[in-house]
Protein backbone atom coordinates (compact mmCIF):
# COMPACT_ATOMS: atom_id res chain seq x y z
CA UNK A 1 0.00 0.00 0.00
CA UNK A 2 0.94 3.39 -0.46
CA UNK A 3 0.28 6.66 2.13
CA UNK A 4 1.41 10.07 2.35
CA UNK A 5 0.13 13.06 4.06
CA UNK A 6 -1.77 16.02 2.96
CA UNK A 7 -0.35 19.55 3.84
CA UNK A 8 -3.10 20.51 5.87
CA UNK A 9 -5.72 19.50 8.52
CA UNK A 10 -2.74 20.36 11.35
CA UNK A 11 0.41 19.68 12.01
CA UNK A 12 0.46 16.22 11.47
CA UNK A 13 -1.15 16.75 8.20
CA UNK A 14 -4.13 14.69 6.98
CA UNK A 15 -3.37 11.07 6.08
CA UNK A 16 -4.57 9.82 2.31
CA UNK A 17 -4.05 6.90 0.74
CA UNK A 18 -2.29 6.84 -2.69
CA UNK A 19 -2.91 4.97 -5.90
CA UNK A 20 -0.18 2.72 -6.79
CA UNK A 21 0.41 5.35 -10.12
CA UNK A 22 0.32 8.16 -7.95
CA UNK A 23 -2.32 9.57 -9.67
CA UNK A 24 -5.41 8.75 -7.37
CA UNK A 25 -5.79 9.41 -3.62
CA UNK A 26 -8.72 9.28 -0.92
CA UNK A 27 -8.93 10.10 2.56
CA UNK A 28 -9.24 8.03 5.83
CA UNK A 29 -12.08 8.03 8.01
CA UNK A 30 -10.91 5.78 10.65
CA UNK A 31 -7.81 8.08 11.43
CA UNK A 32 -6.81 11.57 10.82
CA UNK A 33 -2.68 11.00 10.78
CA UNK A 34 -0.57 8.80 9.76
CA UNK A 35 1.26 9.01 13.38
CA UNK A 36 -2.37 7.77 14.49
CA UNK A 37 -2.29 4.95 12.12
CA UNK A 38 0.94 3.57 13.28
CA UNK A 39 -0.32 4.07 17.41
CA UNK A 40 -3.19 1.73 16.22
CA UNK A 41 -1.36 -0.54 13.57
CA UNK A 42 -3.47 -3.94 14.53
CA UNK A 43 -6.97 -2.00 14.14
CA UNK A 44 -6.13 0.48 11.06
CA UNK A 45 -3.95 -1.63 8.77
CA UNK A 46 -6.57 -3.83 7.08
CA UNK A 47 -8.78 -0.89 6.71
CA UNK A 48 -5.78 1.11 4.79
CA UNK A 49 -4.85 -2.46 2.69
CA UNK A 50 -8.52 -2.55 1.83
CA UNK A 51 -9.14 1.42 1.20
CA UNK A 52 -6.12 1.06 -1.28
CA UNK A 53 -7.05 -2.09 -3.25
CA UNK A 54 -10.24 -0.33 -3.79
CA UNK A 55 -8.30 2.67 -4.81
CA UNK A 56 -6.61 0.62 -7.48
CA UNK A 57 -9.39 -0.49 -9.07
CA UNK A 58 -11.62 2.46 -9.04
CA UNK A 59 -13.59 1.55 -6.72
CA UNK A 60 -12.85 4.06 -3.29
CA UNK A 61 -15.62 6.23 -2.85
CA UNK A 62 -14.28 9.98 -2.85
CA UNK A 63 -11.22 9.32 -4.06
CA UNK A 64 -9.77 12.54 -5.96
CA UNK A 65 -6.96 13.51 -8.25
CA UNK A 66 -3.43 13.71 -6.14
CA UNK A 67 -1.26 16.71 -6.97
CA UNK A 68 1.62 15.46 -5.04
CA UNK A 69 2.96 18.94 -4.69
CA UNK A 70 0.05 18.76 -1.67
CA UNK A 71 2.13 16.51 0.44
CA UNK A 72 3.77 17.18 3.45
CA UNK A 73 6.50 14.85 4.54
CA UNK A 74 4.71 11.38 5.38
CA UNK A 75 5.08 12.11 9.03
CA UNK A 76 5.43 15.92 8.83
CA UNK A 77 6.75 15.13 12.64
CA UNK A 78 7.88 12.23 14.40
CA UNK A 79 8.86 11.16 17.79
CA UNK A 80 12.06 9.72 16.86
CA UNK A 81 14.00 9.82 13.75
CA UNK A 82 17.65 7.77 13.95
CA UNK A 83 20.07 8.07 11.34
CA UNK A 84 22.61 5.43 10.63
CA UNK A 85 25.24 5.36 7.81
CA UNK A 86 25.03 2.25 6.67
CA UNK A 87 27.20 2.82 3.17
CA UNK A 88 30.66 2.34 4.07
CA UNK A 89 32.06 3.90 1.05
CA UNK A 90 30.33 7.21 2.22
CA UNK A 91 31.33 6.49 5.67
CA UNK A 92 35.03 6.42 4.51
CA UNK A 93 35.35 9.57 1.75
CA UNK A 94 33.60 12.09 4.00
CA UNK A 95 35.70 11.03 6.98
CA UNK A 96 38.75 11.50 4.91
CA UNK A 97 37.19 14.51 3.67
CA UNK A 98 36.88 15.98 7.26
CA UNK A 99 40.28 14.59 8.03
CA UNK A 100 38.46 11.97 10.64
CA UNK A 101 39.61 8.80 11.59
CA UNK A 102 37.61 5.60 10.84
CA UNK A 103 36.22 4.30 13.90
CA UNK A 104 38.12 0.85 14.72
CA UNK A 105 34.59 -1.47 14.95
CA UNK A 106 33.64 0.30 11.37
CA UNK A 107 32.24 -3.53 10.22
CA UNK A 108 30.58 -4.52 12.88
CA UNK A 109 29.41 -1.75 14.95
CA UNK A 110 26.67 0.35 12.88
CA UNK A 111 27.20 4.00 12.69
CA UNK A 112 23.55 5.65 13.90
CA UNK A 113 22.93 9.10 14.93
CA UNK A 114 19.93 10.71 16.78
CA UNK A 115 18.05 12.96 14.51
CA UNK A 116 16.17 16.03 15.54
CA UNK A 117 12.34 15.01 14.50
CA UNK A 118 10.44 18.12 15.89
CA UNK A 119 9.41 19.15 12.15
CA UNK A 120 10.77 17.45 8.90
CA UNK A 121 10.48 19.62 5.74
CA UNK A 122 8.12 18.63 2.57
CA UNK A 123 8.87 17.33 -0.35
CA UNK A 124 8.87 20.32 -2.23
CA UNK A 125 9.43 23.06 0.35
CA UNK A 126 12.50 25.12 -0.04
CA UNK A 127 15.39 24.69 2.42
CA UNK A 128 15.89 27.70 4.26
CA UNK A 129 19.43 28.19 5.10
CA UNK A 130 20.85 31.45 6.41
CA UNK A 131 25.00 31.28 5.20
CA UNK A 132 26.44 29.93 1.74
CA UNK A 133 29.01 29.69 4.52
CA UNK A 134 27.88 26.51 6.17
CA UNK A 135 28.60 24.21 3.16
CA UNK A 136 24.98 23.51 2.09
CA UNK A 137 24.63 19.45 0.82
CA UNK A 138 22.05 17.46 0.32
CA UNK A 139 22.00 13.35 1.64
CA UNK A 140 19.94 10.68 -0.46
CA UNK A 141 18.69 8.15 1.64
CA UNK A 142 16.31 5.39 2.32
CA UNK A 143 14.41 5.15 5.32
CA UNK A 144 11.65 3.01 7.18
CA UNK A 145 9.02 3.55 9.52
CA UNK A 146 8.60 1.08 11.85
CA UNK A 147 5.81 0.41 14.68
CA UNK A 148 5.87 -0.53 17.75
CA UNK A 149 9.60 -2.37 18.33
CA UNK A 150 10.46 -3.66 21.80
CA UNK A 151 13.52 -3.19 23.83
CA UNK A 152 16.39 -5.78 23.04
CA UNK A 153 14.86 -6.38 19.24
CA UNK A 154 16.94 -9.15 17.50
CA UNK A 155 18.08 -8.82 14.10
CA UNK A 156 15.95 -11.82 13.01
CA UNK A 157 12.98 -10.51 14.61
CA UNK A 158 13.31 -6.67 13.53
CA UNK A 159 12.12 -6.98 9.71
CA UNK A 160 8.37 -7.95 10.73
CA UNK A 161 8.44 -4.18 12.76
CA UNK A 162 9.07 -2.23 9.06
CA UNK A 163 5.17 -0.75 7.80
CA UNK A 164 6.80 1.58 5.62
CA UNK A 165 9.75 2.79 3.61
CA UNK A 166 10.46 5.84 1.87
CA UNK A 167 13.60 8.56 0.39
CA UNK A 168 15.00 11.58 2.53
CA UNK A 169 17.21 14.06 1.96
CA UNK A 170 18.76 14.36 5.29
CA UNK A 171 20.58 18.28 4.53
CA UNK A 172 23.36 18.80 6.44
CA UNK A 173 25.73 21.90 6.96
CA UNK A 174 29.35 20.28 6.09
CA UNK A 175 31.28 23.28 7.23
CA UNK A 176 29.66 23.27 10.86
CA UNK A 177 29.97 19.50 11.50
CA UNK A 178 33.50 19.13 11.90
CA UNK A 179 33.65 21.54 14.70
CA UNK A 180 30.21 20.25 16.54
CA UNK A 181 31.78 16.29 16.30
CA UNK A 182 34.96 17.51 17.48
CA UNK A 183 32.93 18.83 20.65
CA UNK A 184 31.88 14.52 21.15
CA UNK A 185 28.28 14.96 21.11
CA UNK A 186 27.56 13.81 17.82
CA UNK A 187 25.25 16.58 15.37
CA UNK A 188 22.67 19.38 16.06
CA UNK A 189 23.69 22.27 13.93
CA UNK A 190 25.00 20.18 11.17
CA UNK A 191 21.54 18.59 10.33
CA UNK A 192 18.71 20.88 10.11
CA UNK A 193 15.30 19.60 8.85
CA UNK A 194 15.25 16.86 6.63
CA UNK A 195 12.52 15.97 4.07
CA UNK A 196 10.95 12.84 3.08
CA UNK A 197 9.66 11.76 -0.37
CA UNK A 198 5.36 12.55 -0.44
CA UNK A 199 4.46 8.73 -0.28
CA UNK A 200 5.53 5.98 1.95
CA UNK A 201 5.17 2.09 0.34
CA UNK A 202 4.63 -0.67 2.45
CA UNK A 203 7.23 -3.34 1.96
CA UNK A 204 4.84 -6.06 0.06
CA UNK A 205 4.30 -3.35 -2.08
CA UNK A 206 7.54 -2.86 -2.97
CA UNK A 207 7.75 -6.73 -4.24
CA UNK A 208 10.78 -8.60 -5.22
CA UNK A 209 13.08 -5.19 -4.60
CA UNK A 210 12.43 -5.07 -1.16
CA UNK A 211 14.42 -8.60 0.75
CA UNK A 212 13.11 -8.26 3.90
CA UNK A 213 16.34 -6.15 4.67
CA UNK A 214 17.56 -4.14 1.93
CA UNK A 215 15.48 -2.13 -1.33
CA UNK A 216 17.36 -3.10 -3.99
CA UNK A 217 16.82 -0.57 -6.63
CA UNK A 218 18.82 2.84 -7.68
CA UNK A 219 18.32 6.17 -6.57
CA UNK A 220 18.60 8.67 -8.28
CA UNK A 221 20.17 12.16 -7.19
CA UNK A 222 19.81 15.27 -9.63
CA UNK A 223 21.58 18.48 -8.96
CA UNK A 224 20.33 21.90 -10.58
CA UNK A 225 18.90 19.05 -13.82
CA UNK A 226 22.21 16.57 -13.63
CA UNK A 227 22.18 13.35 -12.55
CA UNK A 228 24.64 13.37 -10.05
CA UNK A 229 24.35 9.80 -8.83
CA UNK A 230 22.77 6.61 -9.32
CA UNK A 231 23.88 4.12 -7.05
CA UNK A 232 22.20 0.87 -6.47
CA UNK A 233 20.58 1.06 -2.44
CA UNK A 234 20.64 -2.77 -2.25
CA UNK A 235 24.93 -2.59 -2.86
CA UNK A 236 27.63 -1.98 -0.52
CA UNK A 237 24.99 -1.51 2.11
CA UNK A 238 27.13 -2.79 5.22
CA UNK A 239 24.02 -3.11 7.88
CA UNK A 240 20.88 -3.47 6.48
CA UNK A 241 18.10 -1.98 8.09
CA UNK A 242 17.10 -4.91 10.72
CA UNK A 243 20.62 -4.65 12.05
CA UNK A 244 20.02 -0.75 12.24
CA UNK A 245 16.58 -1.05 14.18
CA UNK A 246 18.21 -3.59 16.15
CA UNK A 247 21.10 -1.59 16.90
CA UNK A 248 18.85 1.56 17.87
CA UNK A 249 16.66 -0.75 20.33
CA UNK A 250 19.47 -2.30 22.10
CA UNK A 251 19.06 -0.76 25.47
CA UNK A 252 15.39 1.33 25.10
CA UNK A 253 11.69 0.25 23.02
CA UNK A 254 11.53 2.99 20.01
CA UNK A 255 7.73 3.51 20.03
CA UNK A 256 5.39 3.58 16.44
CA UNK A 257 6.65 5.90 14.27
CA UNK A 258 9.81 5.47 14.30
CA UNK A 259 12.02 6.12 11.34
CA UNK A 260 15.26 4.57 10.50
CA UNK A 261 17.67 5.41 7.88
CA UNK A 262 20.63 4.38 5.74
CA UNK A 263 22.70 6.75 5.55
CA UNK A 264 23.96 8.10 2.52
CA UNK A 265 23.15 5.67 0.00
CA UNK A 266 26.68 4.55 -1.74
CA UNK A 267 28.33 2.39 -4.09
CA UNK A 268 32.37 1.54 -4.50
CA UNK A 269 31.46 1.60 -8.36
CA UNK A 270 32.34 4.88 -8.78
CA UNK A 271 30.61 5.29 -12.43
CA UNK A 272 27.36 5.61 -10.08
CA UNK A 273 27.78 8.58 -9.03
CA UNK A 274 27.37 10.16 -5.68
CA UNK A 275 24.01 10.78 -3.32
CA UNK A 276 25.94 13.80 -1.41
CA UNK A 277 28.43 16.63 -2.65
CA UNK A 278 31.10 15.52 -0.07
CA UNK A 279 31.22 12.46 -1.27
CA UNK A 280 32.20 13.86 -5.21
CA UNK A 281 34.21 16.85 -3.69
CA UNK A 282 36.52 13.83 -1.91
CA UNK A 283 37.02 11.85 -5.02
CA UNK A 284 37.93 15.37 -6.76
CA UNK A 285 40.73 15.56 -4.36
CA UNK A 286 41.85 11.98 -4.35
CA UNK A 287 41.61 12.13 -8.51
CA UNK A 288 43.09 15.52 -8.75
CA UNK A 289 44.03 17.09 -5.62
CA UNK A 290 41.46 19.56 -4.97
CA UNK A 291 37.68 19.37 -4.59
CA UNK A 292 35.82 21.44 -7.96
CA UNK A 293 32.21 21.46 -7.03
CA UNK A 294 31.43 23.60 -4.49
CA UNK A 295 28.57 23.07 -2.29
CA UNK A 296 25.04 24.35 -2.86
CA UNK A 297 24.29 27.82 -3.17
CA UNK A 298 20.76 29.77 -2.68
CA UNK A 299 18.80 28.95 -5.68
CA UNK A 300 20.45 25.50 -6.52
CA UNK A 301 17.83 22.46 -6.22
CA UNK A 302 18.02 18.88 -6.04
CA UNK A 303 15.73 16.14 -7.41
CA UNK A 304 15.83 12.59 -5.57
CA UNK A 305 13.33 10.00 -7.05
CA UNK A 306 13.14 5.74 -7.33
CA UNK A 307 11.87 4.61 -10.39
CA UNK A 308 10.42 0.65 -10.67
CA UNK A 309 11.79 -1.17 -13.35
CA UNK A 310 9.52 0.15 -15.83
CA UNK A 311 10.48 3.41 -15.03
CA UNK A 312 7.51 4.61 -13.10
CA UNK A 313 8.22 6.72 -9.80
CA UNK A 314 7.81 4.54 -6.44
CA UNK A 315 7.73 7.45 -3.87
CA UNK A 316 7.11 10.40 -5.91
CA UNK A 317 9.92 12.97 -6.33
CA UNK A 318 11.91 15.22 -3.26
CA UNK A 319 12.59 18.15 -5.54
CA UNK A 320 13.88 21.26 -3.25
CA UNK A 321 15.92 24.57 -3.77
CA UNK A 322 17.69 25.79 -1.18
CA UNK A 323 17.25 29.35 0.14
CA UNK A 324 18.54 32.31 1.91
CA UNK A 325 16.51 32.13 5.83
CA UNK A 326 15.21 35.82 6.62
CA UNK A 327 14.18 35.92 10.17
CA UNK A 328 10.88 37.71 10.34
CA UNK B 1 0.40 27.25 36.73
CA UNK B 2 0.96 23.52 37.07
CA UNK B 3 0.03 21.04 34.59
CA UNK B 4 1.00 17.21 34.71
CA UNK B 5 -0.20 14.11 32.36
CA UNK B 6 -2.17 11.02 33.96
CA UNK B 7 -0.67 8.30 32.78
CA UNK B 8 -4.07 7.18 31.05
CA UNK B 9 -6.31 8.20 27.68
CA UNK B 10 -3.40 7.04 25.05
CA UNK B 11 -0.26 7.56 24.27
CA UNK B 12 0.12 11.11 25.43
CA UNK B 13 -1.92 10.89 28.78
CA UNK B 14 -4.30 12.94 29.54
CA UNK B 15 -3.83 16.87 30.53
CA UNK B 16 -4.70 17.89 34.11
CA UNK B 17 -4.01 20.80 35.88
CA UNK B 18 -2.47 20.59 39.52
CA UNK B 19 -3.06 22.98 42.27
CA UNK B 20 0.33 24.86 43.37
CA UNK B 21 0.18 22.57 46.34
CA UNK B 22 0.17 18.97 44.19
CA UNK B 23 -2.95 18.01 46.15
CA UNK B 24 -5.71 18.38 43.69
CA UNK B 25 -5.83 18.39 39.84
CA UNK B 26 -8.87 19.10 37.53
CA UNK B 27 -9.07 17.83 33.97
CA UNK B 28 -8.80 20.27 31.04
CA UNK B 29 -12.05 19.86 28.50
CA UNK B 30 -10.78 22.11 25.74
CA UNK B 31 -7.63 19.71 24.74
CA UNK B 32 -6.83 15.90 25.52
CA UNK B 33 -3.17 16.48 26.24
CA UNK B 34 -0.15 18.80 27.07
CA UNK B 35 1.28 18.50 23.40
CA UNK B 36 -1.93 19.54 21.91
CA UNK B 37 -2.04 23.06 24.32
CA UNK B 38 1.27 23.57 23.54
CA UNK B 39 0.41 23.22 19.22
CA UNK B 40 -2.04 25.90 20.05
CA UNK B 41 -0.86 27.84 22.75
CA UNK B 42 -1.83 31.12 22.25
CA UNK B 43 -5.61 30.01 22.30
CA UNK B 44 -5.55 27.50 25.18
CA UNK B 45 -2.67 29.24 27.68
CA UNK B 46 -5.69 31.52 29.27
CA UNK B 47 -8.10 28.95 29.73
CA UNK B 48 -5.13 26.85 31.75
CA UNK B 49 -4.53 29.88 33.64
CA UNK B 50 -7.90 30.89 34.20
CA UNK B 51 -8.38 26.71 35.48
CA UNK B 52 -5.26 27.19 37.55
CA UNK B 53 -6.65 29.95 39.50
CA UNK B 54 -9.68 28.26 39.99
CA UNK B 55 -8.37 25.10 41.34
CA UNK B 56 -6.35 27.00 43.78
CA UNK B 57 -9.04 28.44 44.94
CA UNK B 58 -11.20 25.51 45.74
CA UNK B 59 -13.79 27.09 42.95
CA UNK B 60 -12.50 24.42 40.17
CA UNK B 61 -15.71 21.96 38.81
CA UNK B 62 -14.79 18.43 39.24
CA UNK B 63 -11.37 18.72 40.86
CA UNK B 64 -10.07 15.83 42.12
CA UNK B 65 -7.60 14.51 44.76
CA UNK B 66 -4.71 13.64 42.81
CA UNK B 67 -2.31 10.84 43.39
CA UNK B 68 1.36 11.80 41.87
CA UNK B 69 1.90 7.95 41.32
CA UNK B 70 -1.11 8.13 38.55
CA UNK B 71 0.91 10.69 36.59
CA UNK B 72 3.15 9.94 33.50
CA UNK B 73 6.00 12.27 32.55
CA UNK B 74 4.06 15.86 31.84
CA UNK B 75 5.26 15.34 27.90
CA UNK B 76 5.01 11.24 27.71
CA UNK B 77 6.55 11.27 23.94
CA UNK B 78 7.49 14.18 22.90
CA UNK B 79 8.90 16.04 19.51
CA UNK B 80 12.30 16.61 20.62
CA UNK B 81 14.68 16.46 23.59
CA UNK B 82 18.00 18.42 23.42
CA UNK B 83 19.54 17.89 26.60
CA UNK B 84 22.73 20.62 26.90
CA UNK B 85 25.85 20.02 29.13
CA UNK B 86 25.92 23.53 30.91
CA UNK B 87 27.71 22.96 34.02
CA UNK B 88 31.11 22.44 33.11
CA UNK B 89 32.17 21.48 36.56
CA UNK B 90 30.01 18.16 35.59
CA UNK B 91 31.98 18.24 32.05
CA UNK B 92 35.23 18.64 33.08
CA UNK B 93 34.90 15.62 35.50
CA UNK B 94 32.97 13.21 33.68
CA UNK B 95 35.45 14.15 30.79
CA UNK B 96 37.86 13.24 33.31
CA UNK B 97 36.53 9.81 33.89
CA UNK B 98 36.62 8.78 31.26
CA UNK B 99 39.50 9.82 29.56
CA UNK B 100 38.16 11.79 27.10
CA UNK B 101 39.42 16.04 25.37
CA UNK B 102 38.29 18.91 27.18
CA UNK B 103 36.55 20.71 24.16
CA UNK B 104 39.11 23.83 23.16
CA UNK B 105 36.07 26.27 23.17
CA UNK B 106 34.27 24.61 25.98
CA UNK B 107 33.41 28.05 27.74
CA UNK B 108 32.13 29.70 24.62
CA UNK B 109 30.69 27.09 22.53
CA UNK B 110 27.45 24.72 24.39
CA UNK B 111 27.29 21.27 24.71
CA UNK B 112 23.96 19.88 23.21
CA UNK B 113 22.66 16.45 22.48
CA UNK B 114 20.25 15.54 20.46
CA UNK B 115 18.21 12.81 22.47
CA UNK B 116 15.63 10.42 21.95
CA UNK B 117 12.04 11.58 22.76
CA UNK B 118 9.80 8.88 21.33
CA UNK B 119 8.84 7.72 24.61
CA UNK B 120 9.66 8.32 28.10
CA UNK B 121 9.56 6.96 31.40
CA UNK B 122 6.85 8.27 34.22
CA UNK B 123 8.37 9.52 37.13
CA UNK B 124 7.75 6.94 38.91
CA UNK B 125 8.32 4.03 36.59
CA UNK B 126 11.23 1.92 37.09
CA UNK B 127 14.23 1.70 34.88
CA UNK B 128 14.37 -1.35 33.03
CA UNK B 129 17.99 -2.31 32.11
CA UNK B 130 19.27 -5.50 30.45
CA UNK B 131 22.73 -6.09 32.40
CA UNK B 132 24.51 -4.36 34.87
CA UNK B 133 27.63 -4.04 33.42
CA UNK B 134 26.68 -0.91 31.18
CA UNK B 135 27.31 1.02 33.98
CA UNK B 136 23.98 2.48 35.04
CA UNK B 137 23.79 5.88 36.08
CA UNK B 138 21.50 9.21 36.76
CA UNK B 139 21.75 12.23 36.10
CA UNK B 140 19.67 15.12 37.59
CA UNK B 141 19.05 18.12 35.64
CA UNK B 142 16.23 20.79 35.35
CA UNK B 143 14.47 21.07 31.61
CA UNK B 144 12.04 24.01 29.73
CA UNK B 145 9.40 22.97 27.47
CA UNK B 146 9.11 25.56 25.03
CA UNK B 147 6.60 26.94 22.33
CA UNK B 148 7.33 27.61 18.44
CA UNK B 149 10.67 28.86 18.36
CA UNK B 150 11.73 30.41 15.31
CA UNK B 151 15.35 29.22 13.33
CA UNK B 152 17.72 31.92 14.29
CA UNK B 153 16.44 33.27 17.70
CA UNK B 154 18.83 35.44 20.02
CA UNK B 155 19.33 34.59 23.50
CA UNK B 156 17.03 37.83 24.42
CA UNK B 157 14.20 36.63 22.70
CA UNK B 158 14.23 33.21 23.89
CA UNK B 159 13.10 33.26 26.80
CA UNK B 160 10.07 34.02 26.48
CA UNK B 161 9.35 30.90 24.92
CA UNK B 162 9.95 29.04 27.85
CA UNK B 163 6.29 28.17 28.67
CA UNK B 164 7.16 24.96 31.55
CA UNK B 165 10.05 24.34 33.75
CA UNK B 166 10.24 20.97 35.01
CA UNK B 167 12.92 17.68 36.51
CA UNK B 168 14.26 15.54 34.66
CA UNK B 169 16.69 11.85 35.28
CA UNK B 170 18.69 11.36 32.31
CA UNK B 171 19.88 7.73 32.37
CA UNK B 172 22.73 6.82 31.43
CA UNK B 173 24.70 4.07 30.56
CA UNK B 174 28.38 4.97 31.53
CA UNK B 175 30.32 2.05 29.97
CA UNK B 176 28.28 2.09 27.03
CA UNK B 177 29.43 5.48 26.17
CA UNK B 178 33.13 5.92 25.44
CA UNK B 179 32.67 3.46 22.23
CA UNK B 180 29.86 5.31 21.16
CA UNK B 181 31.17 8.85 21.54
CA UNK B 182 34.71 7.16 19.89
CA UNK B 183 32.07 6.67 16.77
CA UNK B 184 31.69 10.32 16.40
CA UNK B 185 27.98 10.34 16.31
CA UNK B 186 27.40 11.41 19.66
CA UNK B 187 25.06 9.50 21.82
CA UNK B 188 22.55 6.51 21.06
CA UNK B 189 22.50 3.45 23.01
CA UNK B 190 24.18 5.15 26.27
CA UNK B 191 21.17 6.85 26.76
CA UNK B 192 18.34 5.59 27.45
CA UNK B 193 14.80 6.71 27.98
CA UNK B 194 14.57 9.69 30.35
CA UNK B 195 12.03 10.01 33.31
CA UNK B 196 10.68 13.43 34.06
CA UNK B 197 8.92 14.97 37.34
CA UNK B 198 5.31 14.87 37.50
CA UNK B 199 4.60 18.10 37.07
CA UNK B 200 6.18 20.97 34.93
CA UNK B 201 5.61 24.29 36.12
CA UNK B 202 5.16 27.81 34.29
CA UNK B 203 7.94 30.20 35.09
CA UNK B 204 5.54 33.12 36.38
CA UNK B 205 4.95 30.35 38.93
CA UNK B 206 8.40 30.08 40.04
CA UNK B 207 8.95 33.36 41.01
CA UNK B 208 11.97 34.72 41.96
CA UNK B 209 13.36 31.41 41.93
CA UNK B 210 13.26 31.73 38.05
CA UNK B 211 15.11 34.65 36.67
CA UNK B 212 14.52 34.67 32.88
CA UNK B 213 17.61 32.53 32.41
CA UNK B 214 17.78 29.90 35.01
CA UNK B 215 16.11 28.77 37.84
CA UNK B 216 17.86 29.62 41.29
CA UNK B 217 17.07 26.71 43.79
CA UNK B 218 18.67 23.14 45.10
CA UNK B 219 18.25 20.09 43.39
CA UNK B 220 18.12 17.21 46.12
CA UNK B 221 19.44 14.07 44.90
CA UNK B 222 18.61 11.08 47.28
CA UNK B 223 20.34 7.34 46.11
CA UNK B 224 18.59 4.77 48.25
CA UNK B 225 17.39 6.97 50.44
CA UNK B 226 20.73 8.86 51.22
CA UNK B 227 21.13 12.63 50.11
CA UNK B 228 23.83 11.84 47.40
CA UNK B 229 23.63 15.77 46.20
CA UNK B 230 22.11 18.95 46.51
CA UNK B 231 23.64 21.74 44.54
CA UNK B 232 21.90 25.17 43.64
CA UNK B 233 21.13 24.79 39.68
CA UNK B 234 21.59 28.60 39.87
CA UNK B 235 25.42 27.99 40.49
CA UNK B 236 27.98 27.18 37.92
CA UNK B 237 25.78 27.22 35.12
CA UNK B 238 27.71 28.58 32.34
CA UNK B 239 25.08 28.69 29.50
CA UNK B 240 21.87 29.64 30.64
CA UNK B 241 18.04 28.23 29.05
CA UNK B 242 18.02 31.18 26.44
CA UNK B 243 21.99 30.98 25.47
CA UNK B 244 20.81 26.93 25.04
CA UNK B 245 17.58 27.93 22.95
CA UNK B 246 19.19 29.68 20.82
CA UNK B 247 21.97 27.13 20.02
CA UNK B 248 19.74 24.41 19.34
CA UNK B 249 17.67 27.26 17.24
CA UNK B 250 20.79 28.19 14.86
CA UNK B 251 20.08 25.63 11.97
CA UNK B 252 16.47 25.17 12.64
CA UNK B 253 13.12 26.22 14.13
CA UNK B 254 12.10 24.31 17.18
CA UNK B 255 8.51 23.13 17.37
CA UNK B 256 5.99 22.98 20.06
CA UNK B 257 6.56 20.96 22.69
CA UNK B 258 10.33 20.93 22.17
CA UNK B 259 12.26 20.07 25.67
CA UNK B 260 15.44 21.28 26.22
CA UNK B 261 18.09 20.08 28.92
CA UNK B 262 20.44 21.78 31.53
CA UNK B 263 22.53 18.65 31.43
CA UNK B 264 23.46 17.62 35.38
CA UNK B 265 23.55 20.14 37.61
CA UNK B 266 26.94 20.53 38.94
CA UNK B 267 28.65 22.60 41.44
CA UNK B 268 31.94 23.46 41.74
CA UNK B 269 31.89 23.42 45.75
CA UNK B 270 32.24 19.94 46.63
CA UNK B 271 30.22 20.15 49.84
CA UNK B 272 26.54 20.45 47.55
CA UNK B 273 27.72 16.52 46.90
CA UNK B 274 26.92 15.08 43.16
CA UNK B 275 23.78 14.58 40.63
CA UNK B 276 25.27 11.21 38.46
CA UNK B 277 27.40 8.91 40.35
CA UNK B 278 30.02 9.42 37.55
CA UNK B 279 31.04 12.95 38.89
CA UNK B 280 31.50 11.49 42.39
CA UNK B 281 33.11 8.48 41.00
CA UNK B 282 35.79 10.82 39.47
CA UNK B 283 35.92 13.17 42.65
CA UNK B 284 36.86 9.51 44.44
CA UNK B 285 39.24 8.71 41.73
CA UNK B 286 41.14 12.32 42.66
CA UNK B 287 41.01 11.50 46.21
CA UNK B 288 41.31 8.12 46.78
CA UNK B 289 43.06 7.36 43.75
CA UNK B 290 40.54 4.65 42.60
CA UNK B 291 35.89 4.84 43.13
CA UNK B 292 34.36 3.40 45.80
CA UNK B 293 30.69 4.30 44.24
CA UNK B 294 29.84 1.73 42.25
CA UNK B 295 27.25 2.48 39.75
CA UNK B 296 23.27 1.46 39.66
CA UNK B 297 22.77 -2.24 40.47
CA UNK B 298 19.02 -4.09 40.34
CA UNK B 299 16.86 -3.38 43.27
CA UNK B 300 18.92 0.30 43.50
CA UNK B 301 16.60 3.82 44.03
CA UNK B 302 17.05 7.01 43.14
CA UNK B 303 14.82 9.68 43.80
CA UNK B 304 14.98 13.42 42.80
CA UNK B 305 13.34 16.59 43.94
CA UNK B 306 13.18 20.53 44.21
CA UNK B 307 11.86 22.04 47.68
CA UNK B 308 10.83 25.75 47.71
CA UNK B 309 12.13 27.86 50.62
CA UNK B 310 9.20 26.72 52.70
CA UNK B 311 10.30 22.83 52.14
CA UNK B 312 7.10 22.10 49.66
CA UNK B 313 7.83 20.30 46.54
CA UNK B 314 7.54 21.97 43.37
CA UNK B 315 7.71 19.58 40.58
CA UNK B 316 6.72 16.58 42.80
CA UNK B 317 9.61 13.72 42.89
CA UNK B 318 11.08 11.45 40.30
CA UNK B 319 11.67 8.27 42.50
CA UNK B 320 12.53 5.25 40.33
CA UNK B 321 14.28 1.48 40.99
CA UNK B 322 16.65 -0.24 38.53
CA UNK B 323 14.88 -3.16 37.10
CA UNK B 324 16.55 -5.98 35.35
CA UNK B 325 14.81 -5.67 31.86
CA UNK B 326 13.41 -9.36 30.47
CA UNK B 327 12.60 -9.50 26.78
CA UNK B 328 9.22 -11.35 26.70
Redesign the interface.
Known amino acids: MKVGSLNRG ?2 DGTLIVVSSDLTRAVRVTDVQTLQEAL ?1 HWKDVSSVLRSLYRQLNQGLANDSFPLNLKELASPLP ?4 W ?1 DG ?1 AYLNHVELVRKARG ?2 L ?1 D ?1 LRT ?1 P ?9 FLGPFDPI ?3 SED ?1 GIDFEAEVAVITDDV ?3 VTVGEASEHIKFVMLVNDVS ?1 RN ?1 IP ?1 E ?10 K ?2 SAFSPVAVSPEELGTAWDGRKLNLSLSTWFNGKLFGNPDAGVDMAFDFPSLIA ?2 A ?6 A ?2 IIGSGTVSNRDRSRGCSCIAERRMIEIIEQKTPSTPFMRFGDRVHIEMLDPEGRSIFGAIDQQVIK ?1 E ?2
Open positions: GRDRAYQASAEPNDLIYQGGSDGPVAWPMGLLNLAKGFGFFQGPAHAKTRSLAGSYKL
